[in-house]
């Protein structure tokens, strides 16, 4: 009786890493060793840094929109705070956009905020 190998076994997988590290630098993209390796750090960084591009996004937004509020001549927190007491739910995204696209209507959105900032401050005292 002849022994078994697994060479269409390993072919396969060697191939599937190899393909996965097409366009890697070097060996990196030749010899499976280092092919894995690479491929392991990709996949693993990949993960990631999905899950780190919306903590990104949104802090870049909060950026854009505290800038644009202080020209206004508020705050990034007063701009949300007064927001929420006037129950206006618009996300960051949406606010950073009007910001940079629109600015008269994020104007418009910084008054309401700051009335109901006003109205809210009077009956707190």
């Known amino acids: 009786m002849s022994r078994a190998t697994s060479g269409p076994v390993t072919r ?4 599937k890493v190899l393909k996965l590290a097409k366009g890697y630098w070097g060996s990196h993209s030749r010899q499976f060793k280092k ?7 990709a996949l693993r960084y990949a993960y ?7 903590r990104d996004f949104r802090a870049l937004w909060n950026i854009r929109i505290n800038a ?4 206004q001549g508020i705050t990034y927190s007063r701009l949300i705070n007064g927001l929420k007491i006037a129950n206006m ?7 950073a956009e009007m910001a940079i696209s629109d600015p008269e209507s994020f104007q418009a959105l910084v008054g309401v905020a700051k009335e109901h900032l006003e109205a809210s401050g009077s009956q707190n005292s």
């Open 89 to 95: 739910e618009i996300n960051r995204k949406m606010l």
């Open 35 to 41: 092919a894995k390796e690479a491929v392991t750090h």
């Open 48 to 54: 990631r840094d999905r899950r780190q591009r919306k």
């Open 68 to 71: 644009a509020a202080r020209e």
């Open 12 to 15: 396969h997988r060697r191939k």
